[in-house]
């Protein structure tokens, strides 16, 4: 069973910084698109950015705007760097993950029922 814990969120201040860990445990990644999740309360959960495998580019949500990257650190560890963040940006982060097989060069997916695997999820709150 592939698991996935995130860790590294907290409490923000506007404009600042975060940034957030994906660990696999007993796997590696290397053929795993890691896709990045987030859920405000309220809100129904919705995609932030996913980092390809295989040839697969990343594909980032509207609201991203170049203020977050993510970056694999290593064959077990995905690292969702977030700048200039808002009150907005505020909701429980997730990582999930979906095997790939074939190499292309299109967007990675940011459909939630693509991911098989998924992290438990940590907060992240931005305020003053």
């Known amino acids: 069973q592939l698991q996935l814990v995130e860790s590294g969120g907290g409490f923000v201040q506007p404009g600042g910084s975060l940034t957030l860990s994906c660990t696999a445990a007993?796997?590696?990644?290397?053929?795993?698109?890691i896709g990045w999740f987030r859920q405000a309360p309220a809100k129904e959960r919705e995609g932030v950015l996913c980092?390809?495998?295989?040839?697969?580019?990343p594909n980032f949500a509207d609201f991203v705007k170049g203020r977050f990257a993510a970056t694999r650190a290593n064959t077990k560890t995905v690292y969702l760097q977030m700048n200039s963040l808002a009150p907005e940006d505020t909701g429980t982060y997730f990582c999930?993950?979906?095997?790939?097989?074939?190499?292309?060069?299109?967007?990675?997916?940011?459909?939630?029922?693509?991911?098989?695997?998924w992290g438990q999820g940590t907060q992240v709150t931005v305020s003053s």
């Open positions: 999930a993950v979906y095997e790939v097989q074939y190499f292309t060069q299109e967007k990675c997916v940011l459909d939630q029922p693509a991911y098989p695997h």
């Open positions: 007993a796997l590696d990644l290397d053929s795993y698109v």
């Open positions: 980092i390809g495998a295989v040839g697969r580019i």
